[in-house]
C-alpha cells in the first residue's frame, strides 16, 4: 500500500510489454507477501519548524512537505491488474519510507485490502472541505501505520527475504539505497544499509532475511526508507514490489548443502521422554545414548542449539536438572513457532540455513520449519541414535570446528555484555577491545589460509578457491604482498579470520576473504584502512573483486570508506581510493603490523 489517502487518483501510461511481463514473472514467483504502507518523507526532516523554515516545503493537503516532486503516482495500465506500480519524481532529500513489517499474506488478501484502502481514499477525496479533508487523511495514515506497529511474526510465515523492484526509463543509471533501523535504541545497533546500481530498464533486487536479520531486531518495531542520492528530480522511477516475501517452492534454487554447523534439538519425547509441563521431573527419563551423540557432536566442532515450546523456566530447569545444560548453546525455549526460533539461532551464529539440522518428535513442527525454510535438514526424534552415521554429520577436523563451540560461547558473552550499552553499538565495540594483528604469509598459516579460502564464501571478493600449493607459490612473487589476519577481544580469540593479497606493483587488492564469524564488527574496516596508509602515495590504491550474491552485502565496506566504481565488466568490479583523499580512520580497532623476518 502506498499514501492513498493523500493521492488516490491514478495516471494512465504506458508501460513497454516486456517490462510488464518481467513485473508479472516476479510476481509469479512469490506465495506470499507482506503489507508495508509507503509515504513520503524527508531525511533532513525537523517537522513542524521546517514548515515555515524550509524553502523547500510544499504543502500537501493534510499540510505535511511533498517530498516528491508529483508526490506519489500509481499507474494504471490494462496489464497491471494483479501489481501496483508507483511512479516518483525524487526531490532532494526525498525518502520513500515504511514503517516495518514481517507479517505475511496470501496475494489475494493483500489485493482486496489494497482495493478497500483505495476506495476508503476515493471517499476522502471527494469531501468538499479541504481542511476536513486534511484531518482524515492524516487518521487514516496513523490508523495504517499503527496496524503495522501491531503487526508481527506470531502466526506467520517467515520471510524469504525483502526484494525490490524498480523500472528506470532514463538514459542513464542511477544509486538507490536501503536502510533498515530499529524504532527503540536499545534495539539498534548499526542499521542495515545497502546501496545498488539501477540500470536502464527493468531491476530486480533480492536481500535474504537472514542479511538484514544480522543488523536489527525484526520481532521489534522498525523503519524502512528507500533514498536515492543521485537522482535528478526531473527522471521518473517506477516501483512494483518492495516488502518481504515468502517464495514458491518450486522457484526456490537449491544449492548443494553444507557440513552441518549447529544441530538444533527440541526437548520434550526427543532430548527425553515425556513432556515437563505434565509430568514431575523425576519421572522423566533421558533419551538412552543421547548424552553420547550430544558429545560425539560436541567432538566433531557441531553445535547443540535448542528450539523448545515450553516455558524458558522450566525448560532451563529440567535442563539443570538432567546435568546436560552444559552441551547446549542458544536455548530458545517459548511458544514461538520454531521457524522463528531457527532463523533465530542462525542470525545469532551469523551461518546460512543450510549448515542446519532440526530434530523434533512431531510431524506438525518438522513439516513447519522445512515449510519456511527447505534449506534446514530435519530428521524425526527416533532417529537420533543414527544421526552420527549420516554424511552431514561427519566430523569437521579443522581448527575452526574443533574450537566452535569455545567460540560461541565467548560470542553468547558478547552478547550479553552489548545489551548493557543500549544503541551505542560503537562504544560497545570500543569496549571490546578487538585487536587485529596482520601478518606476512608463512608457511605457519598455509592449513588455516586453505581452509579459508575453501569455506569463506559471504566474504570472500574473489571467488577463488586456493589449493595448498597455490598458498605456498604465493610467497615467491616478489610483487605480491601477501597478509594473513589474526583477532582476539576481551573475551577470547577468534584466530585467524582473513586473507588478502595485494600486488604491490600496481597497487591492488587482488584477493581479500574474511571469515563471517567477524562481520559487523568493522574488522575489515580497519584492515582497509590499513592498506590505504601503507600503499597510498604517489599512486591511487584500487581494489578488484567479483560482486556475487553470497558477497554483494559484505561489499558495502568499500563504499563505507568511499571507494569509487572505476570500471564494471560483467560481474568484475575495479573500485579506486584515490590519493587526494583522506584516509577514513574509525579508531574502533586496534592493528598491529608485522613485518617479516
Not at 513497454?16 to 503489507?35: D, M, Q, V
Not at 506497529?149 to 544509486?175: M, R, T, W, Y
Not at 505434565?278 to 535448542?306: F, T
Not at 584492515?527 to 591511487?540: I, V
Request: aromatic share 12%; glycine share 4%; with cysteine.
Amino acid at each position: 500500500m502506498y499514501e492513498s489517502e493523500i493521492y488516490s487518483k491514478s495516471i494512465q501510461e504506458d508501460i513497454p510489454e516486456e517490462i510488464l511481463h518481467k513485473f508479472h514473472a516476479t510476481y509469479n514467483t512469490i506465495s506470499k507477501r507482506s503489507l508495508l504502507h509507503w509515504s513520503e518523507h524527508c531525511s533532513e526532516c525537523a517537522m513542524p519548524d521546517c514548515f515555515k523554515t524550509c524553502d523547500l516545503y510544499t504543502p500537501r493537503v493534510d499540510l505535511k512537505c511533498q517530498r516528491f516532486v508529483k508526490g506519489i503516482e500509481r499507474i494504471n495500465t490494462s496489464s497491471s491488474n494483479k501489481i501496483e506500480l508507483l511512479k516518483i519524481f525524487f526531490k532532494k532529500w526525498a525518502v520513500l519510507e515504511s514503517q516495518g513489517s514481517t507479517r505475511l499474506f496470501a496475494k489475494n488478501s493483500i489485493r482486496k485490502i489494497e482495493k478497500v484502502d483505495l476506495t476508503i481514499a476515493k471517499l476522502i477525496d471527494m469531501v468538499p472541505l479541504k481542511f476536513l479533508k486534511g484531518k482524515l487523511a492524516s487518521r487514516r495514515y496513523n490508523l495504517k501505520k499503527r496496524a503495522l506497529i501491531n503487526s508481527n511474526l506470531k502466526n506467520a510465515h517467515i520471510p524469504d527475504a525483502f526484494i525490490l523492484e524498480i523500472f528506470n526509463p532514463n538514459e542513464g543509471d542511477f544509486h538507490i539505497s536501503i536502510t533498515m533501523r530499529n524504532e527503540d535504541l536499545k534495539f539498534r545497533k548499526l542499521p542495515f544499509q545497502y546501496r545498488f546500481q539501477i540500470k536502464r530498464g527493468y531491476n530486480l533486487e533480492r536481500i535474504p532475511l537472514i542479511e538484514i536479520q544480522k543488523r536489527i531486531n525484526l520481532n521489534k518495531d522498525f523503519r524502512i526508507d528507500i533514498y536515492s542520492e543521485d537522482l535528478k528530480p526531473i527522471n521518473p522511477v517506477y516501483f512494483g514490489l518492495k516488502e518481504f516475501i515468502k517464495d514458491n517452492s518450486s522457484e526456490i534454487q537449491k544449492e548443494p548443502l553444507n557440513k552441518v554447523k549447529c544441530l538444533i534439538w527440541d526437548l520434550d519425547n526427543t532430548v527425553w521422554d515425556g513432556a515437563i509441563l505434565e509430568q514431575n521431573l523425576n519421572e522423566i527419563q533421558i533419551k538412552n545414548g543421547l548424552i553420547s551423540v550430544l558429545k560425539e557432536m560436541e567432538d566433531r566442532g557441531i553445535v547443540n542449539a535448542i528450539a523448545s515450546k515450553n516455558n524458558k523456566e522450566e525448560g532451563l530447569k529440567a535442563l539443570k536438572h538432567f546435568g546436560i545444560e552444559k552441551f547446549f548453546l542458544f536455548p530458545k525455549i517459548s511458544w514461538n513457532p520454531k521457524s522463528q526460533s531457527v532463523l533465530e539461532i542462525a542470525s545469532e551464529m551469523n551461518i546460512s540455513l543450510d549448515n542446519l539440522a532440526f530434530i523434533d518428535d512431531s510431524k506438525f513442527e518438522l513439516e513447519e520449519v522445512k515449510m519456511n525454510f527447505p534449506q534446514v535438514r530435519t530428521y524425526d526424534a527416533s532417529q537420533y541414535l543414527s544421526l552420527t552415521q549420516f554424511p552431514e554429520f561427519k566430523a569437521d577436523l579443522n581448527t575452526l570446528g574443533s574450537k566452535r563451540k569455545s567460540y560461541y560461547k565467548n560470542e553468547s558473552r558478547r552478547k550479553s555484555t552489548f545489551q548493557s550499552f543500549g544503541d551505542n553499538y560503537i562504544s560497545f565495540l570500543k569496549h571490546c577491545d578487538i585487536r587485529l594483528s596482520i601478518h606476512p604469509l608463512d608457511a605457519k598459516y598455509f592449513e588455516r589460509v586453505y581452509e579459508l579460502t575453501q569455506r569463506t564464501n559471504q566474504m570472500n571478493f574473489s571467488g577463488r578457491r586456493y589449493q595448498k600449493n597455490d598458498i605456498e607459490e604465493l610467497m615467491n612473487e616478489k610483487h605480491l604482498d601477501s597478509y594473513v589476519l589474526d583477532c582476539e577481544d576481551k573475551f577470547g580469540k577468534y584466530g585467524i579470520i582473513g586473507f588478502a593479497i595485494i600486488d604491490s606493483a600496481s597497487n591492488t587488492i587482488k584477493d581479500l576473504m574474511f571469515s563471517c564469524r567477524i562481520q559487523s564488527k568493522r574488522i575489515e574496516h580497519a584492515f582497509l584502512s590499513f592498506c590505504l596508509k601503507k600503499y597510498l602515495g604517489e599512486k591511487d590504491f584500487h581494489v578488484e573483486f567479483l560482486k556475487t550474491d553470497r558477497n554483494k552485502f559484505s561489499a558495502q565496506v568499500f563504499e563505507d570508506l568511499n571507494f569509487e566504481t572505476l570500471k564494471i565488466t560483467g560481474s568484475k568490479h575495479h573500485l579506486i581510493f584515490k590519493k587526494s583523499k583522506a584516509i577514513p580512520e574509525e579508531k574502533i580497532i586496534k592493528v598491529s603490523y608485522f613485518e617479516a623476518k
